[in-house]
């Protein structure tokens, strides 16, 4: 593959390799006895997504654990402000 500079006036060729990545073999072309459609993975995918995350619970114990946990959530606001 040959590359033209057109920022130069002189006709300066530049050869460059681009490397391709390699074909994968298939080793096992037969189907799956069981078959999953787009449907089966988009809905699993909702379900995860709406019961994977719940936020710990932490209790504060002192004022200092309290000014920490204030500092934070300021923190949070502002950087969501901006």
């Known amino acids: 593959f040959i590359e033209m500079d057109p920022l130069t006036t002189s006709l300066h060729e530049k050869t460059?390799?681009?490397k391709l990545p390699r074909p994968t073999q298939v080793k096992n072309k037969t189907p799956a006895q069981v078959q999953i459609t787009a449907e089966q993975i988009v809905r699993e995918a909702k379900q995860v997504e709406e019961s994977a995350y719940a936020p710990p619970?932490?209790?504060i114990t002192?004022?200092?654990e309290l000014a920490e946990y204030r500092l934070k959530k300021r923190k949070q606001f502002e950087d969501t402000i901006r």
């Open 16 to 18: 460059v390799e681009r």
């Open 57 to 59: 619970t932490s209790r």
């Open 62 to 64: 002192d004022a200092e």
